[in-house]
């Protein structure tokens, strides 16, 4: 019996230290991308601006991390939904200003979004060109400035063709743009699944 027992706890020792080894690999400094640090819990802070970006959110799990300038300013983070889904949810984080310092309007840069949006699908059609994205808030994001934009279009997404709809969130905090990005083929559940997510952004911690 004191064999058997024995075993036991040397197992479970043994998984408690596998255990400990895989997380510290996982969170391995090398493995953090550039312009991010990593916390013990596995959330990611973006340094330039201090924005957080933890696992999960709501129910979708970060995937994919980009940085489009050498400086990390700007950013993008991916979250995605399988059940219900799929939903893809990115979310970018940039400087907003122009390139010569002078200051981006909210309403200016969601027309700049919306444009693009024409322009890599000319069939897309707007249901929302521009709402006010405070109605919809509650959480974190109450009392900051925030515009919204939606449309649908066709376009290939998990390997097929779909019927889309696209979600734009867009916010501006002292320097920054908060951009939220939702697509997702054609579900009337869309529009509160990005709600939720939405909701569960904590930007108190952007300076």
Not at 39 to 52: F, K, M, P, T, Y
Not at 143 to 172: A, M, N
Not at 179 to 186: A, H, L, N, V
Request: hydrophobic residues 40%; aromatic residues 14%.
């Amino acid at each position: 019996m004191k064999s058997i027992s024995f075993l036991i706890i040397l197992t479970i020792i043994v998984g408690l230290c596998f255990s400990c080894q895989t997380t510290q690999q996982i969170y391995h400094p090398r493995n953090v991308p550039a312009g991010f640090v990593i916390d013990n819990e596995g959330v990611l802070i973006h340094s330039h601006s201090g924005a957080v970006f933890p696992m999960y959110l709501e129910k979708f799990q970060r995937g994919d991390i980009q940085n489009f300038d050498d400086e990390c300013y700007d950013i993008s983070v991916g979250y995605y939904l399988d059940r219900p889904g799929p939903v893809e949810a990115t979310f970018y984080l940039y400087p907003a200003k122009n390139a010569d310092g002078s200051e981006i309007a909210l309403e200016e840069e969601l027309y700049n979004v919306n444009s693009a949006i024409r322009t890599i699908h000319p069939d897309a059609i707007f249901f929302e060109e521009k709402m006010d994205a405070s109605e919809f808030m509650y959480s974190y994001l109450a009392g900051i400035e925030g515009l919204y934009s939606s449309c649908g279009f066709v376009s290939k997404f998990h390997t097929k063709q779909r019927e889309l709809i696209s979600q734009t969130y867009l916010f501006k905090k002292n320097e920054w743009f908060i951009k939220i990005r939702f697509t997702s083929p054609w579900k009337k559940r869309a529009f509160l699944q990005s709600i939720n997510m939405v909701n569960a952004i904590d930007l108190s911690k952007i300076s």
